[in-house]
């Protein structure tokens, strides 16, 4: 069995196409990740801003005190939804990944039984046990794949419902404080 020009080519092409899609998919990342911090920045610069000149406008000690505590309560709010923001990118990109992934992965292990029922048509007499065992491993691939995929999620899962309660947590700790 012999690997046609075609083959190649088009085989390249679906390579090259899945590299252009996750260089797309990582460009949206960087895209929102540097959208948020620039957001980020601005808004604390202005915050920054306004409270200098509510201390400079502060006429007493209290007052001072109570434009510094006033000031700290929405800065920790903001930090909780930046931090929370920069957790949604970082999942959204990790989901679209694991997609693409996945998707070549189904390709590929497609050619390979295609590449090996074509070989196993044209193999010598005594070879389809060979053939055989190739099939076996990539399904044992295939399912070991399969098992490391529902752990990743179950990972993530796990990562996300700790980050919702430790944001419960930040917040409770905030109300408290104040």
């Known amino acids: 069995m012999y690997v046609t020009p075609d083959q190649v080519v088009a085989t390249n092409k679906a390579s090259v196409e899945a590299l252009i899609g996750l260089a797309h998919t990582q460009f949206a990342a960087f895209e929102r990740l540097s959208a948020l911090t620039f957001n980020v920045t601005k808004s604390a610069f202005e915050d920054g801003i306004a409270h200098t000149k509510a201390l400079m406008g502060a006429k007493d000690v209290q007052e001072i005190i109570n434009v510094n505590t006033t ?8 930090a909780i939804a930046f931090s929370r923001n920069i957790y949604d990118v970082a999942t959204q990109s990790q989901s679209e990944l694991t997609k693409l992934v996945e998707s070549q992965a189904g390709e590929m292990n497609k050619s390979m039984i295609a590449l090996l029922d074509k070989v196993s048509k044209g193999a010598p007499a005594g070879s389809d046990v060979a053939v055989a065992a190739m099939k076996q491993a990539l399904a044992a691939a ?23 309660a430790a944001t419960t947590v930040a917040k409770g700790t905030k109300k408290k404080a104040s």
Not at 71 to 78: G, N, V
Not at 151 to 162: D, F, L, P, S, T
């Open 142 to 164: 295939n399912t070991a794949y399969e098992s490391l995929t529902k752990v990743a999620k179950q990972a993530g899962e796990i990562a996300e419902a700790n980050f919702t």
């Open 71 to 78: 000031a700290t309560q929405p800065s920790i709010e903001k």
